[in-house]
């Protein structure tokens, strides 16, 4: 599962949070490239943004769902982004707050140029839920190169993840060749598996953008 014999395949130098953008104008200018994190609301995609960068607290997480309501912008070694996107699915929001997060959020992943990827987190216990599937549609409509991760695995035994996985990558309708890669934010488990494949992200969309 893990290549490269446990060890993570970049080396962190710096990463701080820089921007917090509520409006699309908010938005880097810089054009350095970015990839982002999304998932339903308390899936971990803040934990694992700190498990990937080896911070405890540098991404905000908590308990209570619906906490990260704007993007954030992670500069990582003053190479790339990573962004923190405000969680979908959140029932207590009100409808007009999602209509604003919505709007923000499809802008965003529709037309930013600097973006090169995506993270897509679903809970490794639970089967998809309509909007994960509404999400991953919408990615591979937009043609968003994806990468998509079963989150929280430290919460299931090796048998009942390796039961789960399959399911999951079928009810998301990922093809044979897409990978589903499990990942704890608490134990680390497959962190060197993702960074390789944010890696290949980063590297693509260089090579497209000479
Ligand atoms: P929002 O910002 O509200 O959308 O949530 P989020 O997706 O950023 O989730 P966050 O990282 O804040 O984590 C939500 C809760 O799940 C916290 O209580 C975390 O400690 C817990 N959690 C996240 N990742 C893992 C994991 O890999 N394993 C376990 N056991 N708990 C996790
Ligand atoms: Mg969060």
Redesign the pocket.
């Known amino acids: 599962m893990s290549p490269g014999g446990g060890r993570t395949p970049i080396l962190i130098k710096k990463a701080v949070l820089e921007t917090v953008a509520y409006r699309s104008t908010d938005l880097p200018l810089n054009g350095l490239p970015e990839i982002a994190f999304l998932?339903?609301?308390?899936?971990?995609?803040?934990?694992?943004i700190n498990q990937l960068l080896g911070r405890k607290k540098l991404?905000?997480?908590?308990?209570?769902?619906?906490?990260?309501r704007a993007l954030y912008f992670y500069r990582v070694n003053d190479a790339f982004y990573f962004v923190?996107l405000?969680?979908y699915g959140?029932a207590r929001a009100s409808k007009e707050e999602q209509r604003v997060w919505a709007v923000l959020i499809e802008n965003y992943l529709e037309k930013r140029n600097p973006l090169c990827g995506a993270v897509h987190?679903v809970d490794c216990r639970h089967r998809p839920t309509a909007d994960d599937l509404l999400m991953a549609r919408w990615l591979r409509f937009h043609r968003l190169a994806t990468i998509t991760v079963a989150?929280?695995?430290?919460?299931l035994s090796r048998g009942a993840l390796a039961r789960q996985l399959p399911e999951i990558k079928a009810s998301l309708e990922l093809s044979a060749t897409e990978e589903l890669l499990p990942?704890?934010?608490?134990t680390g488990a497959g962190k060197e598996h993702l960074w390789s494949a944010i890696l290949v992200l980063l590297k693509q969309h260089k090579r497209g953008g000479e």
């Open positions: 998932g339903r609301s308390n899936v971990g995609k803040s934990s694992l991404a905000y997480t908590s308990s209570t769902p619906g906490k990260t923190d405000p969680g959140y987190i989150s929280k695995s430290d919460k990942f704890s934010a608490r």
